[in-house]
């Protein structure tokens, strides 16, 4: 029997997409243990979500180190440690250096709540209610070099409404569809039914260079 894919959770805040991640685990259908939980930010609500769920939460905290590629080399300790086959981003803001990336290439994928390429950064869901987008919608990709520019696995989308603001757009946003794509990924993670490529990712053997859209799978 194959072992249960192991994954690492990096988190900076509340933690609803770890949640997600948490309770897709506990389903008996699904071959995935998250083994450790990390945040950079100290009292981060998604850690005590983590301790709930008898997963070992640690905290590295970023304004202690002097560089960024001093933090990342203590992160990657962390990880390596948690002898981490997938590395998942939740909601964790920190830039990663190049040579962090390079270390877990195409075993490390994050969330992004916007269309991407649309809207790559922060103020995701301001920059769509000022460009006057009808819809909005959060992308799991590949992590790269460039920032939220990854081979993009899977997307969702949702409406826009007219009297949107941004609060009220990101929660519609986590609602439908992140705390739907996160899971579907993570399940074909521990399925083993999804690979990266040299361009775009392998989707059940079969390459593709376009994202997989949650209302066709
Ligand atoms: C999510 O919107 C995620 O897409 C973004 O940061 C937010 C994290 O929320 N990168 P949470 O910590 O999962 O609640």
């Known amino acids: 029997m194959r072992k249960p894919l192991r994954v690492v959770v990096l988190i900076s805040g509340t933690g609803r997409n770890l949640q997600a991640l948490i309770d897709t685990c506990a389903d008996d259908d699904v071959d995935a243990q998250i083994v450790g939980v990390i945040s950079n930010r100290p009292g981060a609500a998604g850690l005590q979500r983590a301790t709930d769920a008898g997963i070992p939460a640690t905290t590295i905290d970023h304004t202690e180190f ?25 909601g964790f803001m920190r830039i990663l250096t190049p040579d962090f990336i390079a270390q877990f290439a195409g075993r490390m994928l994050n969330i992004h709540p916007s269309l991407l390429p649309k809207y790559r950064g922060l103020n995701t869901y301001a920059r769509a209610i000022e460009a006057g987008d009808t819809e909005a919608g959060a992308s799991v ?39 739907r794509i996160y899971p579907q990924v993570l399940r074909w993670l521990a399925q083993g039914r999804l690979q990266p490529a040299a361009r775009g990712f392998l989707f059940d053997g079969v390459e593709h260079l376009a994202p997989l859209q949650v209302e066709a799978v």
Not at 70 to 78: E, G, P, Q, R
Not at 143 to 163: I, N, S, Y
């Open 66 to 90: 002097e560089s960024r590629a001093a933090f990342d080399i203590a992160l990657a300790a962390a990880i390596e440690q948690f002898e981490a086959d997938v590395i998942l981003l939740a």
């Open 141 to 179: 990709h590949f992590v790269t070099a460039e920032l939220d520019g990854g081979p993009v696995v899977l997307q969702g989308r949702c409406p826009v409404q007219a009297d949107d603001t941004p609060e009220i757009l990101a929660e519609r946003v986590m609602r439908e569809v992140e705390l």
